[in-house]
């Protein structure tokens, strides 16, 4: 390439910022870059470098990229005009309006919502796939990550503003959509040991698997972008410690901590540690071995002839593995995914009569509500409320 080619490639902005976006290629998904650079501004670009050089958190940096990409969709869909920094209030109320309404309300009122033709705009763009209103985590969502971007530019946006947050209330309470899990189903000790008796080949992947699946779960339930980015040197070597506390003659156990470091409700200065006990550390031990990994990530891709790759697996690839072996083990993965590790930890700690507070040490959960709501779920399906019927005789 001749020096003016270069030139004119650089001049041109979409090229520019896709060559910027570039810098972002291990948090960004490369497969967007073109799509992201089409739809940001260069200063929107240059402030996700910023997030990226000051530590942001690669999740976060990932939704706050798509939730821009679609601000900038919308705002000109819906006012002829770019999106404007800062935001006004009234422009906030109209992002409210447009994505959180009544579908009854919509049929004896065709202006209620999100009009037609803004809808057509962003639907022939890719950026809205929903027929009706949005989930209200989405809307919460895109107005924080609004509210984040505006603070790291300096700017004050009207996101504390009392006619947004009563707006916002009364959209969510109008609200027909019921919060959707994500997972449907919990990976409970009874669903895994289904999915761990697909993993009892001696194929590579299948120790693999096996690993993810015991290290995931046992370490109180580890989102799967936690586990895909675990690395050799985040483990350490703990004393053994007895299988019988009580018994000071009893049997040992083989133990490991992992330090897990920034997490998405913690930041790499945070203690972090969890320890694993027993089955779980000999299945990684195993495959560390196996797999001859010394160093750097610890599950990685393996190739079809069994050759492990030196890459890491993605969240996605996490979320895949746990869908198959729900699929050989003859279950529904479409009612699985891999926050049902999560989800399944506390509810097999609430039905194992292990403390809330003991279970979030492992866990991790930093809100004490969060983490309570499946000890309530576990304790109500077992409870009287929701089973009088059967304790009347009745069908």
């Known amino acids: 390439m001749d020096d003016i080619t270069a030139r004119a490639l650089v001049s041109d902005p979409e090229t520019r910022r896709a060559l910027q976006l570039d810098a972002l290629a291990s948090i960004l998904p490369m497969e967007r870059r073109d799509r992201l650079a089409e739809l940001l501004t260069d200063e929107d ?37 770019p999106l404007p920094w800062p935001a006004s209030e009234s422009l906030a109320l109209k992002f409210v309006a447009h994505h959180l309404w009544d579908p009854a309300q919509r049929e004896v009122d065709p202006q209620h919502g999100m009009p037609d ?37 300096g700017q004050e946006g009207p996101f ?79 004393p053994a410690v007895p299988l019988d506390p009580r018994d000071p003659k009893s049997p040992t156990l083989p133990c490991v901590s992992i330090q897990l470091g920034r997490t998405k409700t913690g930041d790499a200065d945070d203690e972090g540690r969890v320890l694993l006990v027993g089955p779980p550390v000999e299945a990684l031990r195993e495959w560390l071995e196996r797999a001859d990994i010394k160093k750097g990530p610890l ?72 983490a309570a709501s499946y000890y309530n779920e576990a304790e109500r399906a077992q409870g009287r409320a929701a089973r009088l019927m059967v304790e009347a005789g009745r069908p």
């Not at 919990?186 to 698997?209: E, N, P, W, Y």
């Not at 996605?316 to 993965?333: W, Y």
Request: include cysteine; charge should be positive.
């Open 117 to 153: 033709d803004v809808a057509a705009l962003l639907r022939g763009a890719e950026l809205l796939r929903t027929a009706g209103p949005h989930a209200p985590s989405t809307v919460k969502r895109r107005l924080a990550s609004w509210g984040t971007l505006h603070r790291w530019k």
């Open 299 to 370: 599950f990685r891709a393996i190739d079809r002839w069994e050759a492990v790759e030196g890459k890491a697996l993605t969240p996605q690839s996490i979320n895949l593995i746990v869908k198959r072996r729900c699929a050989m083990a003859g279950l529904d993965p479409r009612e699985f995914a891999a926050h049902g590790l999560r989800s399944g930890y506390l509810t097999e700690a609430a039905r194992q009569g292990v403390a809330l507070l003991e279970a979030m040490q492992q866990s991790r959960h930093r809100s004490v509500q969060q």
């Open 160 to 238: 504390a503003a009392p006619s947004l947050r009563s707006a916002l209330r009364l959209a969510v309470r109008a609200s027909s959509r019921p919060r959707r899990r994500k997972s449907k189903r919990a990976v409970t000790r009874d669903i895994l040991d289904r999915l761990l008796q697909t993993c009892a080949s001696d194929r590579l992947a299948d120790t693999r698997d096996l690993a993810i699946l015991l290290v995931a779960f046992a370490s109180g339930g580890r989102r799967r972008s936690e586990v895909a980015r675990l690395r050799v040197e985040q483990i350490s070597n703990e």
């Open 45 to 81: 670009v240059a402030t996700l470098k910023h997030l990226a050089q000051e530590g942001m958190g690669e999740n976060t940096l990932r939704a706050l990229a798509s939730d821009l990409a679609y601000l900038e969709s919308w705002a000109p869909a819906a006012t002829g005009e």
